[in-house]
């Protein structure tokens, strides 16, 4: 069952991402049950990070009408492996700090994933990756890790509470994409592990650095509005 709270934020993100279409190269669809799963993981996972792979759906291209009203006039064709087509299943790949968890060459664990991975036993298209308690902007082992990457990179924030050895960490330049506009005064609710979950940002980007303008979609990819 899909958080309550994550359809009204579904609609206000892409409100933002329909309203600021033109500041991105291209367009990327993630179905709101996915993005619901990863979601979950992140939250039992606390306060752990969790590094999670996807693929694009070949049986699901971008509908038409999605695909042209959220691009914008820097649109760019061919960006990145996979664009075009809806985001697939998630996978969660790792756990652990941000020491452990990263993006990954393609050399990593040659059979480990090989039946979750599909034919190529190798990395996904995409990754997200978290920041406990850390906006969602991309640090500079980040930005190195994206090179390896053929798809895009997504970055999940999460604010929660009590912050523990983790202290919510404001001071950092970029563009910033809230999930739920919360400024750290409410709540969505309490993880299993006892974390109090006071806000959640999320942004997707390519490796050249230019960002990719993140849709959340039923499982029609059609965004939800």
């Not at 991402?17 to 993005?35: F, W």
């Not at 993981?41 to 606390?46: A, E, G, I, M, Q």
């Not at 996807?54 to 691009?71: A, G």
């Amino acid at each position: 069952m899909i958080h309550p709270w994550l359809i009204q934020a579904a609609k206000e993100y892409n409100a933002e991402s329909l309203k600021n279409k033109d500041s991105y190269a291209a367009v990327l669809l993630i179905p709101v049950e996915n993005l619901d799963t990863i979601i979950d993981w992140t939250f039992k996972s606390l306060p752990d990070e969790i590094l999670v792979g996807m693929d694009p759906n070949h049986q699901y291209p971008n509908p038409n009408e999605v695909e042209e009203k959220y691009s914008g006039v820097q649109r760019e064709v061919n960006l990145f492996e996979g664009q075009g087509y809806v985001l697939g299943e998630p996978h969660l790949v790792n756990r652990g700090d941000s020491f452990e968890v990263h993006h990954v060459p393609e050399e990593w664990v040659d059979e480990f994933f090989s039946d979750e991975r599909g034919l190529r036993g190798g990395r996904f298209t995409h990754w997200l990756h978290t920041h406990p308690n850390a906006p969602a902007l991309p640090s500079e082992a980040d930005a190195d890790a994206s090179q390896w990457t053929d798809g895009t990179d997504m970055i999940l924030g999460i604010r929660f509470f009590p912050e523990g050895f983790l202290p919510w960490f404001e001071d950092i330049g970029g563009v910033r994409r809230s999930l739920t506009d919360l400024d750290g005064t409410g709540a969505i609710g309490r993880a299993r592990t006892g974390h109090l979950i006071r806000g959640l940002e999320i942004i997707c980007y390519h490796r050249s650095g230019l960002g990719v303008n993140l849709v959340i979609t039923n499982n029609d990819g059609l965004a939800i509005e």
